[in-house]
């Protein structure tokens, strides 16, 4: 797959050196422009689906870019676009040109906009707000209409900043209760004195904010918009401005300090979407996918409400050196709202590497191996690695008399495709195990060639809708070659496409005047199952799937902005696994326990309120009104609490070279007893292995068939 890489990138150069990359082109003082440019090329050459940029999509990029300013809209006017609309299909050949007037008429208004805006927002934060009085705030933007008026954008303005100060004054009078209630004689806070502070608060927050954006500079801005138009040809491609390359590369190496969490910004809000293995979110174990950061504190700091901010200047606020608190107040997945405090540190990258353990279930011996992503150290592929790790983790579990084994790939991002080749290849002899693409190219399978089987057992693997990329592929061929039974989430998370990085920079002479040009990552290939479908959308449908906090509500590629679709091609010629499984009875037997296993009931209840919760977009601005919805809220979530509580009768343990190292290493075991105790409460682990008994019962029957047919 690397070295269909390199043949795309000297295609680019040898055309790009032939083409209108001229130094006639370079003499043009304007940078802007050659970066749409250069942009546009490297898009139109190297994208594995191209974009055709035509009316159609010059509409999406207006609208995009339009959203991604003012995605609140309490900064243009519908007059403004009414004017900025002249170039709502125009926009496609302002590219092809190089022309930049629709962003320079849509910045400059902007700027006007955020200056106005910033005098609004002081005025009205000058006077108190009224709690008591009955009206809603509606929150779905997408839905909202541009105000006529500057009187009517006023008011827009009046009940954003008004529903700020509100959650602040409710938090401020739950605090003076739980005050009073621990200190009899503690005089609380008139009424009065909370709503200014909330104000004060609400306006030091909307301080922060503007200055932010006062250090912004017109490059940032035209980066947004270079991004408005990449974004349309799928989730995964994107400009880096150079210092933006360089913290992408720091990322990249695992080298970096902060919560360990990755963020999107969507509409208005921060999201996490990823949760680092090994990073203090992860070892907290507080925050989960789909919760939204509303406020960033810096330790006992009032914090800042980062509601409308760029994702890069929230980060700047969240990030920071190893060993400082920051309280994040998070907007949970379930619609309840929560301040957590996590203390910044560095990745441990031995958290992110693959583990096992020993299970007993009844007479059987079992293994279980967690493996966080598919690493690989690029430089020295014999160094450590996921497949070399998980090959030497299936010896010791054989060696401790395993009958079956999990693999658990829960949360697994992806990683290393070369990893993934070689752990499918340690459960089948051999045979093809990924087909891959590149626009304009013949497919590539990629196939394990070892015929040693090094596992031959039962194997059950454990996914959910974070599972993805290299997951996927692990999982989907194990599921085509009939080798392994996949439980989880109704399907993973459906990214089926690879992306690479090119620097901009090489499609330039020396001697030039432009400096440092950025970088573009863009989507090259794409994955393909060896039954032929793609991986892409539709993920990896598990054969048993159980319900979970994920089910109803938008996660997976699918919920993206403009993925690339399904599609199909030839399937690779591969023959499935000749065990002794039983799949029908094994999923059979499964369903009827789950059926009647009231903590999977519970779970799908939380699933379906947390989508009703996600769904809601009407908030009353009436104090008493908000204050029930919260009680009732967190009233609801109590019932959930059961859910934590839930534990199974199953015992793990390390195995014994762990066992030796913890003797010395109390981190580790400590690492070691909490991963355990958490796995005798997981429901999904539980069945995993219920399966495994049942593949094992089914197997030694049919052996037993066999050698008496014999």
């Given amino acids: 797959m690397k070295r269909n890489f390199v043949y795309l990138l000297a295609a680019l150069l040898i055309s790009a050196a032939s083409c209108s990359f001229t130094n ?26 191209p974009s055709e940029m035509d009316d159609s999509f010059s509409e999406k990029v207006f609208d995009q870019y339009i959203r991604m300013l003012d995605p609140s809209k309490r900064y243009f006017l519908q007059s403004d676009m009414e004017e900025f609309e002249v170039y709502r299909d125009q926009i496609d050949d302002q590219i092809k040109e190089s022309d930049i007037t629709f962003f320079e008429l849509v910045y400059t208004r902007f700027v006007k906009r955020m200056g ?96 932010l954006v006062d250090d912004l500079e017109r490059k940032d801005w035209f980066v947004m918009y270079l991004n408005a138009i990449v974004s349309e040809f799928d989730p995964h491609t994107y400009y880096f401005a150079p210092e933006e390359k360089d913290r992408f590369d720091t990322s990249m ?36 996918v789909g919760d939204e ?36 107040t998070l907007k949970k997945v379930d619609g309840t709202t929560e301040v957590i405090s996590i203390v910044r540190d560095v990745v441990e990258l031995e958290e992110s590497y693959a583990k096992s353990s020993i299970v007993k279930k009844g007479a059987k011996v079992f293994g279980v191996i967690n493996l966080p992503k598919f690493y690989i150290d690029f430089d020295n592929y014999n160094d450590r690695n996921a497949a070399s790790d998980v090959e030497q983790e299936i010896e010791r579990l054989k060696k401790e008399g395993m009958e079956g084994l999990v693999l658990d790939l829960r949360g697994n991002g992806g990683g290393s495709l070369k990893t993934v080749v070689d752990m499918a290849g340690f459960f089948i002899k051999d045979g093809p195990i990924v087909q891959v693409k590149s626009s304009g190219k013949r497919k590539e399978v990629l196939s394990d ?171 009353s601005l009436n104090y008493e009104s908000y204050r029930k919805a919260i009680d009732q809220d967190e009233k609801r979530a109590k019932r959930f609490d059961a859910l934590s509580d839930y534990k199974t009768d199953l015992t793990y343990r390390s195995l014994p070279y762990e066992e030796a190292l913890m003797e010395k290493d109390t981190v580790l075991r400590d690492r070691r007893k909490s991963w355990h105790e958490n796995l005798s409460k997981d429901v999904y682990m539980e069945e995993a292995l219920n399966i495994l008994a049942d593949l094992q019962t089914t197997s030694d029957n049919k052996k037993r068939l066999a050698k008496v047919r014999d």
Avoid: C
């Fill in 253 to 288: 190496s695992g080298k970096f300090e902060g919560i360990g969490a990755r963020l999107q910004r969507k509409n208005d809000r921060i999201k996490i979407v990823e949760i680092i293995s090994g990073g203090p979110a992860w070892r907290g174990n507080e925050v989960e």
């Fill in 24 to 49: 006639k082109t370079f003499d043009n003082p304007d940078k802007d422009k050659l970066l749409i440019q250069l942009i546009s090329y490297v898009l139109e050459k190297g994208h594995f689906n």
């Fill in 449 to 619: 060639t070892d015929k040693r089987v090094q596992w031959d057992g039962p194997l059950v693997i454990l996914v959910n809708e974070l599972s993805a990329s290299a997951s996927e592929i692990l999982a989907a061929a194990m599921q085509d070659y009939k080798r392994a039974v996949v439980i989880g989430s109704k399907q993973t998370y459906g990214k089926g496409t690879v992306q690479n990085v090119i620097d901009l920079n090489q499609f330039l002479s020396q001697k030039n005047d432009f400096g440092d040009v950025g970088a573009l990552k863009l989507t090259t290939q794409k994955f393909y199952r060896i039954n032929g479908g793609s991986t892409q959308l539709e993920g990896v449908k598990s054969d048993i799937p159980i319900p979970d906090r994920y089910s109803y509500i938008n996660i997976g590629e699918k919920d993206q902005e403009n993925p690339l679709p399904w599609d199909k091609i030839d399937p690779a010629s591969y023959q499935a696994w000749d065990g002794y499984v039983n799949y029908d009875y094994t999923v059979a037997k499964s369903k009827e326990r789950m059926a009647g296993n009231p903590q999977l009931a519970l779970i799908d209840e939380n699933a379906q309120w947390v989508k009703e919760k996600q769904d809601e977009n009407q908030y």
């Fill in 116 to 211: 106005e805006g910033r005098e609004v927002y002081k005025e009205i934060l000058e006077k108190p707000f009224d709690f008591s009085k009955n009206e809603n705030i509606d929150m779905d933007y997408d839905n909202l209409s541009y105000v006529s008026s500057k009187k009517e954008l006023k008011d827009r303005w009046r009940k954003y900043l008004k529903f700020s100060a509100l959650s602040s004054y409710v938090s401020r009078i739950e605090e003076e209760e739980g005050k009073k209630e621990e200190d009899a004689g503690y005089t609380m806070k008139s009424p009065e004195e909370v709503e200014k502070e909330a104000r004060e608060s609400t306006l030091k927050n909307q301080d922060d904010f503007f200055d």
């Fill in 293 to 328: 950061i509303l406020r960033v504190g810096q330790g006992d700091e009032e914090p800042v409400d980062i509601i409308g901010m760029r994702l890069d200047d929230a980060v700047k606020l969240i990030k920071g050196p190893k060993g400082s608190e920051v309280k994040l």
